[in-house]
């Protein structure tokens, strides 16, 4: 099969290639961005900070743009009434803004409509012409605009009440249509795509192969890859014939090619994709019709697609009519960018539907990233203290004592021992809810030690002080700090950053190779104290304060009880 022919080519030439090239889906200018759009950057993006972080010497790339032609980008322009290319410039411009204040560090933001991104398409459509795998012929077929695909009449329903067709999946309605096209023979790649979806972890979460591996038992029907131009006109030509436009899906998919170069022969230092990150409202197109089209062109399809699922908001599918799309800036007042971007990534699991409310954003924002993990650092920071404002070494014989004789210490140390090895196999499976799990219960453990070992009781001018046992303690909760801030910086890069700098960690010493130097795994060499940085606030995320939680703070607070009058009480009760 032409699949392991092209296998063998990847075998002569892999050891050549140390990228790591990943790419989001592009972003279709028909609506402003929202919050599931953001999901699909942030994913990418934590995904290729950890692959900086764990592997350095690395190539890493990663890829992000929009999608700008098709009928419904003509449709939304004629809305707001403005010239398509503007319409286009002004979306794909809010697309960049987010992503830009989401810290989403991409390699290149690509543009359907940009010069090199057309000659990309053209090139690569004469390749599959060229090899015999595009022909014309009159085709008719229930049409989705909303989709841009055509449907089979076992991918419908009928609206009895109306006579009106709509799609299963998206329940948008569909139109009959007759029309002479360029076709793709997608019926000659069934079983090469087939064979490559069946290869071990090519499709994650494992639920949708096996939806690929449903849809692949059926013969699949040649698509149609062109669409007449008196139709849609707001699209890229078909090469040698402008009474067809390229089909917008074939033309979209093109772009992961387009940004590494080809056709120009550098594009195959960063070919094929490590990792690609879809929805699942476009696993189809991904999933069947682009390894179709690689594999045609002679060319490697992606070496795995990770499949998101979708948000809901209070419960309820976000769309336009019910008014309930989250819009990622205004989202970001509340809770800040950073914020946000911790949200989704904690919440979300790739094979299920998240859903998106105040009431859990608050909770879980406040609790975690302003309490366990803020809160931590203000203290081991404060002045009372730590009043010389330095990151101590522990002393030995504090630290051997308290290891042996305070039960939350060895709690902690255990939970700093399994850090770097849970967290680097959940980051491998872009299982980032359960980073944060791992980072969290070790920040539990050292916020239990704080607690436990009672430092206030050790400072000057305290009963028992004792400085060696006080900076030791002291030393301990930074080091569970240092090594969580570097666990976390793929998932909330800025405030990971301004934790390991108010904690004078320097830059060289934050990849991920250095988890393995702390006082839970070589308690034999402590190094030295340092001043911890007095630019940077202890304040790491202010909590957010909802209306019910500020109305509350605000409230007058009843005078308390005397004892007497406690205790009055009690016995009145017995």
């Not at 109306?162 to 790649?189: A, I």
């Not at 939970?415 to 967290?423: F, I, K, M």
């Amino acid at each position: 099969m032409l699949i392991r022919r092209i296998k063998c080519l990847r075998s002569l030439g892999t050891r050549y290639n140390s990228s790591h090239y990943v790419t989001t889906p592009i972003f279709y200018v028909n609506a402003a961005p929202h919050i599931g759009h953001l999901y699909s950057a942030v994913i990418a993006d934590a995904h290729c900070r950890y692959q900086r972080l764990r592997n350095p010497e690395r190539d890493v790339r990663l890829c992000t743009g929009t999608d700008e032609h098709g009928t419904k980008i003509q449709q939304a322009a004629s809305l707001y009434g403005v010239p398509v290319a503007k319409y286009c410039d002004d979306i794909s411009e809010r697309y960049r803004d987010v992503f830009r204040s989401a810290s989403i560090l991409q390699d290149d933001f690509i543009r359907t409509t940009e010069e090199r991104h057309k000659r990309a398409v053209a090139h690569f459509w004469r390749t599959l012409h060229s090899r015999g795998h595009i022909y014309s012929a009159a085709y008719s077929g229930w049409y989705c605009v909303s989709d841009e695909t055509f449907l089979t009449d076992s991918q419908l329903r009928l609206d009895e009440s109306t006579g009106t067709r709509h799609s299963l999946e998206s329940g948008h309605p569909v139109e009959w249509t007759e029309e002479t096209n360029y076709m793709f023979r997608l019926s000659q790649f069934q079983d090469d795509v087939r064979h490559w979806v069946k290869q071990e972890a090519r499709i994650r979460p494992a639920k949708f192969e096996k939806i690929l591996l449903d849809t692949l038992s059926e013969p699949l029907p040649d698509v149609s890859v062109s669409r007449p131009s008196n139709r849609v006109h707001w699209a890229i030509s078909v090469p040698d014939d402008d009474s067809q436009t390229v089909y917008v899906w074939l033309d979209a998919l093109v772009n992961y090619l387009s940004s590494v170069g080809y056709p120009n022969e550098t594009f195959s230092a960063h070919w094929p994709p490590a990792q690609q990150v879809i929805g699942k409202d476009i696993l189809k197109f991904h999933g069947i019709y682009w390894p179709a089209f690689l594999l045609a062109a002679g060319l490697e399809p992606p070496g795995q697609l990770h499949v998101h699922s979708h948000w809901t908001v209070d419960g309820q599918k976000m769309s336009k009519s019910k008014h309930n799309v989250v819009d990622p800036v205004q989202a970001a007042q509340q809770y800040t960018m950073e914020g946000l971007r911790y949200f989704l990534l904690r919440e979300g699991v790739a094979h299920s539907d998240g859903n998106y409310s105040h009431v859990k954003a608050q909770r879980i924002l406040n609790s975690e990233l302003a309490d366990t993990l803020g809160n931590l650092l203000s203290r081991a920071c404060a002045k009372s203290l730590n009043p010389g404002q330095i990151y101590p070494s522990a002393k030995p014989e504090h630290l051997a004592d308290l290891l042996r004789s305070l039960e939350a210490a060895k709690r902690l140390q255990e939970s700093l021992l399994q850090l770097s090895e849970r967290c680097e196999s959940h980051y491998e499976c872009n299982h980032f809810h359960l980073v944060a799990d791992t980072a969290m219960a070790a920040l539990h453990a050292a916020n239990n030690f704080f607690e436990s070992s009672r430092p206030w009781t050790l400072k000057a001018g305290a009963a028992e002080s004792n400085q060696p046992r006080l900076e030791t303690i002291i030393a301990m909760t930074m080091d569970a700090l240092r090594l969580c801030g570097i666990v976390l910086q793929p998932i909330i890069p800025q405030l990971a950053t301004r934790l390991l700098d108010k904690l004078s960690v320097p830059t060289a010493q934050r990849g991920w190779n250095y988890l393995a130097e702390s006082i839970a795994t070589n308690p034999a060499n402590l190094g030295g104290s340092r001043q911890l940085d007095g630019h940077t606030s202890a304040l790491l995320f202010q909590r957010i304060l909802g209306e019910s939680t500020a109305k509350e703070e605000h409230k007058p607070q009843p005078a308390k009880r005397s004892k007497s009058k406690k205790k009055e009480r009690r016995e009145t009760m017995s």
